[in-house]
């Protein structure tokens, strides 16, 4: 009897430490909101280029973009632009508003966002043909 129950207390515990640190990444997960962006209806072209993967032709498109139809009523309309496809967009949804000041104020860093492998890449020591080893 006594071993159910020491084997109750643990499996009790062990559920409470996983909800404890479940809750404690959850409240250190940043929201999407809070993370510094950009007006797309606002920003100029210089402020357009701090975004990741975004560069000054691309940052002149969207301010054309805007010039010829207006506002965006949508973020997914900077889809429509030439060079925003749904891949880019993605990275850059969490960083565009259609309302409120601009609060990015430095270029975001796109390394390790093309799905390629982290870290500096390595040459290849392949043996030339013909030479032996």
Known sequence: MSF??????????LVLVCSAAARAADEGA?????LSQININQASAA????LPRVGSKLAERIVEY??????????EELMEVKGVGEKLFEQLKPRVTLSGSTTLAAKVSSKGTRGGPKGK???SHAVPVGKGR
């Open 30 to 34: 940043v929201p999407a909101s809070a």
């Open 47 to 50: 402020q357009l280029t701090n």
């Open 66 to 75: 805007r010039k010829t139809h207006g506002p965006f009523g949508r973020v």
């Open 121 to 123: 890449k390595t040459a």
């Open 4 to 13: 159910r129950i020491s084997r109750f207390a643990i499996l009790a515990t």
